[in-house]
């Protein structure tokens, strides 16, 4: 399939799945506390998270927002992300205190543009908000992680616009951004497989001059065996702390602060997610999505048990060229 067959493929999915407008203003519209800006940008299958059930169900306006913003709900099959991220406080191998001292390292003052890539549950995204006083976008590739972030994010009182569509799409879309945070984030640059200097390039587009990008992933800790690596790196290649450092640098990013989480960190993060599986499937045997449920939880645990001597998660502030 060429470039142009894709290309409108995406426009043809964007087109039949937007809902509303985005405001493209120089001050975007922002919904008042407790009321989620969710804009529906494109909502194609996440190639990482392997969405174990088509979405379903009609799409409908929900009546609470205010009319600037309108709300898509879809009636979602459960997936191990959505079971494992509902247990989790940051859907990473961090911690929250980590991720809020490295972004108030960047020094920022209330009302800076930020975007948190990749939102999850949106945690990130709310503190950024709530914390910070950041006016915050959170951008979710997978509609399932998307009804998940909705809901905390309503719950939370946040202003925080929720947008559903690839981290490059979006990105494209939004004005230059003093913060964006990315926490194990996937085919960010919309080619597929970016090599980390080709993430970083892409990103460092999308800020402000001097601005900051906090950029969180896998990171290998010890040289890994060549079948950890290939299933490991099958939707993202990773590299080490050195690896990661100089691929900023090239990119044109000041590495301003770095941390790689502490290996109890690391494992409480892959026990918690995986607690929440067992306890799912211990209360929903029979549930149609089951299997597949099973299916994903056997085989995470599998590569991070084999791999807890190899694989940590680092994190970085960069600093882009003023």
Known sequence: MGRTDRAAIRRGRRRRLTVGRRHRCSRPVRPPPGRPLLTVAAAPVCPLHSLEGEWRGERRQNTLPPPSARVTT???STSYNRIAYEALEVCNGVTLATVKDAVARAGLAPGARAADVGTGNATVAIRL??????????????PGMAELAAGRIAASGAAVELVIGSAADVLADLPPLDLITALGTTNITGEGRPSP??????????????GYLLWGDL???????????QIAEATNQYTDNTGWKAAAETAGFEVVWSEISPQAVFDAYAAAADSAARHWLATNADAPEAASVQAVADRVKMVLEFGRPFIGFGLYLLKAPA
């Open 74 to 76: 879809f009636a979602m």
């Open 129 to 142: 908000a709530r914390t910070f006083g950041f006016a915050t976008t959170a951008i979710e590739y997978d």
């Open 197 to 210: 200097e080709a993430g970083f390039a892409f990103l460092k587009t999308r800020l402000t001059p001097g």
């Open 219 to 229: 990171v290998w800790i010890a040289e890994p065996p060549a079948p950890l690596r």
